[in-house]
């Protein structure tokens, strides 16, 4: 039996199958925080509304990144969130990853612990891609 035939044959369980699973990675993506465009960053950055958390490794970090963020790489997060704490109540956390991989993780870790969280949508990627400002360490 080829996987054609088997397609065909179970059709019904296949589609159930894809369904759950879109629905378990929509429901995944959504514990990290709602994702916002570069525009929203933008403009949550210039009326100081947002604090940029970005979560690469310090090496990528210092590649570039957006001024004014800080550097808490994913693999440190469930430690170091208590550096954001003096931002809890006065700020919402905007999470920078490289392409989204780690934005969501990061993000349920921050609120988990109480803080109002979201993340840049395609990450520095797409940050790059739109030949937005960045600085180099």
Known sequence: MSWIDFVNEEWMLISLFMV????????????GGKSVSHHEVTRMINTDEGLLVDVRDA?????????????????????RYVELEKYRDKKQIIVVDK??????????????????VVRLQGGMSEWLNQNLPVVKA
């Open 99 to 116: 392409m989204g991989q780690h934005a969501g993780p990061s993000g349920k870790i921050l609120r988990d612990h109480g803080f109002n």
């Open 20 to 31: 759950l699973a879109i629905a378990f990675f929509v429901l995944e993506s959504r514990k």
């Open 59 to 79: 090496g990528e970090f210092s590649g570039g990144h957006i001024s004014g963020a800080m550097n808490i790489p994913h693999g440190s997060m469930t430690t």
